[in-house]
Nanobody, 118 residues
Framework: QVQLVESGGGLVQAGGSLRLSCAASGSSFSINSMDWHRQAPGKRRELVATITSGGSTNYADSVKGRFAISRDNAKNTVYLQMNSLEPEDTAVYYC????????????WGQGTQVTVSS
């Protein structure tokens, strides 16, 4: 069984920064792509950023130039550095990972709240 555990959310003023972390734990697994999604109240879940096993990245237009996704393969951890935060970034942030055990499945973390005050 593989688990994803997020940390780093919180309350920050507009213009501030936060760094989210998501660590995968378990046995006998390998991680393919890793992503961050977010869901604001009353809105659909949105893909924020993706990083492949090779380190290629993609971002939603709404966060380009402000957010940076990275990963530490030795620690099975993905990060989301969020700078120049805006009130519109307020949401629950979820990390996901495409993980190979005996099969390939997508795993989700429990979510971490990010609140940006104006």
């Amino acid at each position: 069984q593989v688990q994803l555990v997020e940390s780093g959310g919180g309350l920050v003023q507009a213009g501030g920064s936060l760094r989210l972390s998501c660590a995968a734990s378990g046995s006998s697994f390998s991680i393919n792509s890793m992503d961050w999604h977010r869901q604001a109240p009353g809105k659909r879940r949105e893909l924020v950023a993706t990083i492949t096993s090779g380190g290629s990245t993609n971002y939603a237009d709404s966060v380009k130039g402000r957010f940076a996704i990275s990963r530490d393969n030795a620690k099975n951890t993905v990060y989301l550095q969020m700078n120049s935060l805006e009130p519109e970034d307020t949401a629950v942030y979820y990390c996901t990972a495409l993980i190979t055990t005996r099969t390939i499945n997508r795993y989700w973390g429990q979510g971490t709240q990010v609140t940006v005050s104006s």
